[in-house]
Antibody, heavy 118, light 106 residues
Framework: QVQLVQSGAEVRKPGASVKLSCTASGYTFTTYAMHWVRQAPGQGLEWMGWINAGNGNTKYSQKFQGRVTITRDTSASTAYMELSSLRSEDTAVYYC???????????WGQGTLVTVSS | SFDLTQPSSVSVSPGQTARITCSGDVLAKKYARWFQQKPGQAPVLVIYKDNERPSGIPARFSGFSSGTTVTLTISGAQVEDEGDYYCYCAADNIWVFGGGTKLTVL
């Protein structure tokens, strides 16, 4: 069965960076895109960007352009999301989600809590 | 950019019909999906392609699209349907989410 397993919770100070991972299993990793979505406490879902796991092409939300980098390691079936210049407003749960548009399924990771605090 | 607008909250009594709307110009050209999210959990897909229901989703969940508005209907809402509901669509390789609607069933 398809699974997306994310790395554990992180705590960072303002100005630092964080790199999260999302390891896929149960399907051919390079066949689907991987998206990253975040959710601040008590807030809605916010799309950050995605990577074509096959060729590595990326697209980012304008809001995060310049601060976010999404990469992948096909040998490990893992996608990564690095967010830099962290501020307190970046405190959120970060999800990876497979690109299942138009399909009757939607696979999401369990989420990773990132806390930014001095 | 694309914007999707949802009401912030909807409240119904158990057994009543709950309707949650989502509006945006992009919906006239792109399919919408609906997610249900409960506290501390990842979102769960309840409707895709405007009105299709994934396997395992109860038949009381349905979707309808008309022009720039899509509607999620829960016919005979149950207490367990409480949660946050998000519409979303994919356009120009961008995912766009509505702001979310908190459904209360009591």
């Amino acid at each position: 069965q398809v699974q997306l397993v994310q790395s554990g919770a992180e705590v960072r100070k303002p100005g630092a960076s964080v790199k999260l991972s999302c390891t896929a299993s149960g399907y051919t990793f390079t066949t689907y895109a991987m998206h990253w979505v975040r959710q601040a406490p008590g807030q809605g879902l916010e799309w950050m960007g995605w990577i074509n796991a096959g060729n590595g092409n990326t697209k980012y939300s304008q809001k995060f352009q310049g601060r976010v980098t999404i990469t992948r390691d096909t040998s490990a079936s893992t996608a990564y999301m690095e967010l830099s210049s962290l501020r307190s407003e970046d405190t959120a749960v970060y999800y990876c989600a497979r690109g299942d548009e138009g399909m009757p399924v939607a696979y999401w990771g369990q989420g990773t809590l990132v806390t930014v605090s001095s | 950019s694309f914007d999707l607008t949802q009401p912030s909250s909807v409240s119904v009594s158990p057994g009543q019909t709950a309707r949650i709307t989502c509006s945006g110009d992009v919906l006239a050209k792109k399919y919408a999906r609906w997610f249900q999210q409960k506290p501390g959990q990842a979102p769960v897909l309840v409707i895709y392609k405007d009105n299709e229901r994934p396997s395992g989703i109860p038949a009381r969940f349905s979707g309808f699209s008309s022009g720039t508005t899509v509607t999620l209907t829960i016919s005979g809402a149950q207490v367990e349907d409480e949660g946050d509901y998000y519409c979303y669509c994919a356009a120009d390789n961008i995912w766009v989410f509505g702001g979310g609607t908190k459904l209360t069933v009591l």
